[in-house]
C-alpha cells in the first residue's frame, strides 16, 4: 500500500506560479508511476499529467501543457507539480495518484490517491 500526501496548494494570482508535492512516506514509492489530476466544483475529475518510474516520460494534458512541469526524486519519494502561467480556469482540487500498470490518463487505473490540495487562481 502507498500512503499518498499533497501540499503546496494556495491562493494565487493568474499569471502567477505554485509548486505541489506528493510525499509518499509509506510504501514502494519508486516502483509506481504517478500522476496528477484535478477536479473543479460541478466538473469530473480530470487528468493532468504523469510520469513513469524511472523519470524518464511524462505526459501531459493539452490544457497545461508548456506550463505545468511534473517531476520526482524517488530518493526523497516525492513528486512534484511545477504551475506557472496560472490562470483562473486551473482552480480546482489538485490530487496525485500512484499506478502499477494501464492507462497513464484513465482514472481508473491508478491504485492510491492522495486526499487532494486546493488550488484557487484569481483572476
Known amino acids: 500500500q502507498v500512503l499518498l500526501e499533497e501540499s503546496g496548494g494556495g491562493l494565487v494570482q493568474a499569471g502567477g506560479s505554485l509548486r505541489l508535492s506528493c510525499a509518499a512516506p509509506?510504501?514502494?514509492?519508486?516502483?509506481?508511476?504517478m500522476g496528477w489530476f484535478r477536479q473543479a466544483p460541478g466538473k469530473e475529475r480530470e487528468f493532468v499529467a504523469h510520469i513513469d518510474w524511472s523519470g524518464a516520460k511524462r505526459h501531459y494534458s493539452d490544457s497545461v501543457k508548456g506550463r505545468f512541469t511534473i517531476s520526482r526524486d524517488n530518493a526523497k519519494k516525492t513528486m512534484y507539480l511545477q504551475m506557472d502561467s496560472l490562470k483562473p480556469e486551473d482552480t480546482a482540487v489538485y490530487y496525485c495518484a500512484a499506478q502499477q500498470l494501464g492507462d497513464w490518463s484513465a482514472l481508473r487505473t491508478y491504485d492510491y490517491w492522495g486526499p487532494g490540495t486546493q488550488v484557487t487562481v484569481s483572476s
Open positions: 509509506a510504501g514502494s514509492f519508486s516502483s509506481y508511476g
